[in-house]
């Protein structure tokens, strides 16, 4: 349906369901003519058009409901708590949900709701159920005891095909098993080639940021990881890099005239720019379930960013599929051979020919590999910019482990507790990716917590779930389940996660976990260690820094002690940047 408008397709799929009461009025009024030998009284008629589409919703509605209590009530169990609704069709709900996504703190106002009805509650809108949980034992039940019985779904399919396509992050059933398969062995080992990359690009970035530092100006932070993890992506994956830390670093805004022009016009930065562009839209249609095209009526508004994105990789899988021929008639140049050998690209060549399945691959691979990565590094050095103590003693185990300036081995990194630690911690607090969706292929029961009753969830049902206000809940993690402290993934309170291994997820779990998992804190850990090395201390530049509005000051929790904008397309981000300010390391600092 390419070049349809959306809303089009929109209203061509719900037709039947519209037209369907208008057709037996019609039909009732025929009959009504042929029994009474009469046609029905104008009014009757006219009455009977107007009210019978409501009245088909209503009694659809009234019907589903019944239904779905008695398959509950059937299998000793209770449909979920329903936020409470004062609009038809939720409406109210619906302008929460979007105002929090536009306004508010992260994770409202599904925070709200759990506190109110529970982890567990449907917050219905669209007369749509959203059986929407916090709760460990059923984000269990989703990703891994009731595997089976839950899937990404049509909704989400449909929500995104636009930027995943029929990627690994959104297929299901056998095309999910191939694209797993595809990939699986490729991250099975670790590759002494992937600290290469991350040498290099690390290296460039961090002589970059001295050399900001030096000419008195501030580093966004989260900017300059991102180029780390794009350049170490593309690098990865295609075995060419995007280059987009040769545009230089970000000025901020306070700058001289035309400082930036290098910076915008970078073609590295024209691709990052649509590649967030492209998943903050995909995260807006979360919000509107099904209903997403009335918001974007007139054109995909993924796939014009998308069509940006393609134009750098469709180029670089061209290259590869022409190497593959090359390679099958002994032709091809050496060095042409070197770039793309031992690279996913090169694996996925080897696995099918069609250069769709392969885009569709990487751009999936690309988001896990660059966003994630950049959101979690972003935080973690906001918390060492909040946590002076922690940067101190995360920074002397470095030095004690590989000393100021030597490369970091596997050994060191797996023998770094601390280090470790520290990304986990905070991991737990932002999670990547802090929401996510299923949607029930058959009738499911999740089974009850805390003495309450088992909960039915009906067919084709989505579940969203959230770990990250999963990983915030103080009677999971313990009373300071909102403080930022490594330890708790050291001293005792580990028991906490001992005890349940589904309340930490960062990298989901069950037949989906991560395959990238061992990557990701290699990348990190490297990443931390050249950056600890290079600097001494960490401070946020609150005078340069998009603050959070003074009202969610008064409120109570971690958000209110934020000194940033969280955000979140796919994964999370800080609104605005990470601008801060790094002291280099001295003699004196490496001793």
Not at 256 to 283: C, D, K, T
Not at 559 to 573: A, C, D, F, G
Request: charged share 20%; with cysteine.
């Amino acid at each position: 349906m390419v070049g349809i408008p959306p809303g089009f397709i929109y209203i061509a799929h719900r037709l039947p369901r519209l037209v369907s009461p208008l057709a037996l009025v019609y039909a009732g009024s025929r009959i009504w003519a042929i029994v009474f030998e009469n046609a029905a009284p104008l009014w009757l008629r006219r009455s009977a058009y107007i009210f019978s589409i409501p009245i088909a919703m209503a009694c659809g509605i009234i019907y589903a409901y019944l239904r779905d209590r008695r398959q509950a009530a059937l299998r000793g169990a209770v449909l979920a708590s329903q936020v409470k609704s004062t609009w038809p069709g939720g409406l109210d709900i619906l302008l929460s949900v979007a105002r929090g996504f536009g306004d508010g703190h992260i994770g409202s106002p599904f925070d709200q709701y759990s506190q109110e009805y529970g982890p567990t509650v449907n917050v219905r809108f669209m007369f749509e159920d959203q059986i929407f949980t916090t709760e460990p034992e059923h984000i269990k039940a989703v990703l891994s005891t009731q595997f089976n019985s839950f899937e990404k779904g049509p909704v989400f399919w449909d929500q995104v095909s636009a930027l995943l396509g029929t990627g690994v992050f959104n297929s299901d059933g056998e095309i999910w098993k191939f694209h797993r398969s595809m990939t699986r062995p490729f991250f099975s080992k670790d590759r002494i080639s992937h600290f290469d990359i991350f040498e290099k690009h690390a290296d460039d970035a961090l002589n970059q940021a001295k050399s900001r530092f030096q000419e008195g100006y501030l580093v966004d932070f989260q900017d300059m990881v991102g180029r780390f993890t794009l350049d170490s992506a593309t690098e990865f994956l295609f075995g060419k890099n995007a280059g987009s830390l040769s545009a230089g670093l970000v000025y901020p805004k306070n700058s001289l005239p035309g400082q930036n022009n290098e910076y915008e016009n970078h073609p590295s930065n024209v691709f990052a720019h649509a590649f967030s562009q492209a998943q903050s839209q995909a995260a807006f249609r979360g919000r509107f379930g099904s209903f997403w095209r009335l918001a974007e009526f007139w054109s995909d508004r993924i796939q014009k960013e998308m069509d940006v994105c393609h134009k750098l990789i469709n180029p670089v899988l061209k290259d590869a599929l022409e190497m593959k021929g090359k390679r099958s008639t002994g032709q091809g140049g050496t060095e042409e051979k070197r770039a793309l050998e031992d690279t996913l690209l090169e694996h996925l060549v080897s696995c099918t020919e069609d250069p769709t399945v392969i885009r569709d691959e990487i751009v999936n691979i690309l988001i896990a590999g660059r966003d994630t990565t950049a959101a979690t590094l972003t935080f973690l050095v906001y918390m060492l910019s909040q946590h002076p103590d922690v940067l101190k003693r995360l920074r002397a185990e470095v030095l004690s482990k590989v000393g100021s300036s030597r490369r970091p081995t596997y050994d060191d990194v797996r023998d770094m507790k601390y280090m470790r630690a520290v990304i986990n911690e905070t991991l737990r607090l932002y999670p990547p990716v802090p929401f996510n969706v299923r949607t029930s292929t058959e009738a499911a029961v999740w089974a009850g917590v805390n003495g309450g009753p088992p909960i039915y969830i009906p067919p084709k049902t989505r579940t969203p779930y959230s770990v990250f206000l999963m990983h915030r809940r103080k009677d999971l993690w313990g009373p300071d389940a909102e403080m930022f402290d490594p330890d708790r993934f050291l001293d005792e309170r580990l028991k906490y996660l001992t005890s349940n291994a589904f309340i930490f997820l960062p990298f989901n779990a069950g037949p989906r976990i991560c395959l990238g998992q061992q990557f990701a804190y290699n990348e990190m850990s490297f990443f931390l260690v050249r950056l600890l090395q290079t600097f001494s201390s960490i401070t946020l530049a609150e005078d340069t820094q998009t603050r959070p509005p003074a009202e969610w000051g008064k409120g109570i929790g971690r958000n209110s002690q934020e000194k940033v904008v969280i955000k979140s397309h796919l994964t999370l981000y800080v609104n605005g940047g990470l601008w801060v300010r790094m002291g280099e390391a001295g003699d004196d600092d490496n001793m």
